[in-house]
């Protein structure tokens, strides 16, 4: 992948996943940690694992260093255990996600340096296996808004997903095409956001070649409220969820923006100034630009 792309991972994925540091339950009922890393190898959604699904899943828990709460010291693999049977056993709680405080339940967490550290090392697998598939053999030549838009569908449903209309589409670099067909279910919350997300990616990717831009740079769009919120987050103006409202949340970002930069503090995702403003601190970052 270009590095632009694994620069901004964490930034693109922290406001879908959340940065959690202990084990909880995702929606399907997987335990999980870090930046929605999948810590569970169970076959079914929201059912409780087999004696071998158990091990697999200790296993890959076990990557990950953990330490224990209060003393920080390095968990056994014992401990790590304990916790995660811990939150399986609750597969009730699983449709609260991270609300059904799974962290009552546990006596781990993780750094933030191992969750970055845990990040990029399944980034890192997730491309090797993405780029061994039909369709995405030229991986490594694409635009970076469509390297995105792939393993940010990969994150979230594995590198092994099997849209074959979408492979085609990626396979011939039609983007367009490849939006229309990017988009997967559930299309509930943050998965919305996602598969929004993932749409302009791809048509991102589109205009930067069109125009003949540089491939290698992850392209924004500020002609929009959405937009404007993604780069609000690029320049680590949080927590927004960029959902495209111009709610009370967002106004009040843009004005910590326009504040921070001697702007009339109007809240106007569209003001020209502040549009302006945002697209100079981009480029200056390295993102390619469009709608300023």
């Known amino acids: 992948m270009h590095q632009s792309v694994r620069d901004y991972w964490i930034t693109f994925n922290d406001p879908l996943e959340g940065r959690v540091h202990f084990m909880y339950l995702d929606v399907k009922g997987y335990v999980s940690t870090g930046i929605g890393n999948k810590?569970?190898?169970?076959?079914?959604?929201?059912?409780?694992?087999?004696a071998a699904e158990r091990g697999a899943s200790l296993a890959a828990a076990n990557r990950l260093r953990w330490l224990v709460n209060d003393v920080d010291t390095e968990a056994s693999s014992e401990e790590v255990a304990l916790d995660w049977d811990a939150v399986k056993s609750h597969l009730e709680l699983a449709p609260q996600g991270l609300h059904g405080k799974f962290q009552q339940f546990t006596r781990l967490h993780v750094d933030d340096a191992e969750i970055d550290r845990h990040v990029f090392e399944k980034l890192?697998?997730?491309?090797?296996v993405l780029v061994s598939r039909d369709g995405f053999h030229d991986f490594?030549?694409?635009?970076?808004n469509a390297q995105l838009g792939a393993l940010s569908m990969s994150w979230a449903m594995g590198p092994k997903f099997r849209f074959p209309k979408?492979?085609?589409?990626?396979?011939?670099?039609?983007?367009?095409?490849?939006?229309?067909?990017s988009h997967f279910t559930p299309d509930v919350g943050t998965i919305r956001i996602r598969n929004k997300l993932d749409r302009a990616h791809f048509l991102l990717a589109r205009s930067v070649e069109d125009q003949a831009l540089s491939l290698e740079q992850v392209a924004l769009d500020v002609s929009d409220v959405f937009g404007v919120q993604g780069a609000l987050l690029a320049l680590g103006f949080?927590?927004?969820?960029?959902?495209?409202v111009d709610g009370p949340l967002t106004q009040g970002k843009v004005k910590?923006?326009?504040s921070a930069n001697g702007l009339a503090e109007n809240g106007a995702f569209n003001d020209p100034d502040t549009v302006s403003a945002l697209a100079a601190q981009l480029t200056g970052l390295g993102f390619t630009v469009f709608g300023a």
């Open 124 to 128: 890192d697998e997730m491309e090797s």
């Open 166 to 181: 979408f492979q085609g589409h990626v396979g011939a670099r039609n983007w367009v095409g490849a939006a229309d067909e």
């Open 256 to 258: 910590a923006f326009q």
């Open 39 to 50: 810590i569970d190898e169970t076959a079914r959604d929201n059912s409780a694992p087999t």
């Open 140 to 144: 490594a030549s694409w635009p970076a």
């Open 238 to 244: 949080k927590p927004l969820s960029q959902d495209g």
